[in-house]
């Protein structure tokens, strides 16, 4: 099954940092990336919809200032947390597929840690 | 937005019985997903079913599809530990996914 690989796998920053957090598809081109932040024991949030060359889809309630998300190009899309504060903390999650894809395919996950 | 909802909320069972968790949607859908999710981990994609199909088999699991209800299920059968695991339903309209809160199973040895 396609690959998508996400880095770093866990991060902890001083408030008031920004943190990139990547998601790159290995063996195949996303034409569509998702970001979604999940909270202990709870569901999948959306953030946001990235597709390739123009500016990503951010869900209601999401600060497209605060949660800065670029997808250059087919295989790689960064989300920027930035001036990051504790209730920032959280697990980040990317997915991605192709137009031809029903199904997405998932990183690993960003536990990121704000102190 | 969180698309439906999950019951149980979590599950603990023997190995070797099944495991069986409902879900429910609120709009319309193209086709309803299934995925896993170790702890810590991301998702994996279990199966698919078709918003014009009934049920899916896919080795040891089940899906069913009930549009009338909006709602679905998965049934697990034979469980093993290694099934324990988060277990999330998303609906897809077009190319969009939904999840569901989730349901935790545990199997014991």
């Known amino acids: 099954g396609a690959v998508v690989s996400q880095h770093p796998s866990w991060v902890i920053c001083k408030s008031g940092t920004s943190v990139k957090i990547e998601c790159r598809s290995l063996d195949f081109q996303a034409t569509t990336m998702f970001w979604y932040r999940q909270f202990p024991k709870q569901s999948l949030m959306l953030m946001a919809t990235?597709?390739?060359?123009?500016?990503?889809?951010?869900e209601q309630g999401v600060e497209k200032d605060k949660f800065l998300i670029n997808h250059a190009s087919l295989t790689l899309s960064t989300l920027t947390v930035t001036s990051a504060h504790p209730e920032d903390s959280s697990f980040y999650i990317c997915?991605?597929?192709?137009?031809?894809?029903?199904?997405?395919?998932f990183g690993s996950g960003t536990q990121l840690s704000v102190l | 937005s969180q698309q439906g909802e999950e019951d149980p909320q979590a599950l603990s069972i023997q190995e070797g019985e099944n495991a069986t968790m409902n879900c429910s949607y609120k709009t319309s859908i193209n086709n309803l997903q299934w995925y896993r999710q170790n702890s810590g981990r991301g998702l994996v994609h279990l199966i698919l079913?078709?918003?014009?199909?009934r049920e899916k088999h896919s080795g040891r699991l089940r899906v069913t599809l009930d549009t009338s209800k909006k709602s679905s299920s998965l049934l697990i059968t034979a469980s093993r530990a290694a099934d324990t695991a988060s277990y999330f339903c998303a609906g897809s309209n077009d190319y969009k996914l939904s999840f569901g809160a989730g349901t935790t199973v545990t199997v014991r040895a």
């Open positions: 079913i078709r918003s014009n199909e």
């Open positions: 997915s991605a597929r192709t137009r031809q894809m029903t199904k997405l395919f």
């Open positions: 990235s597709n390739e060359g123009s500016k990503a889809t951010y």
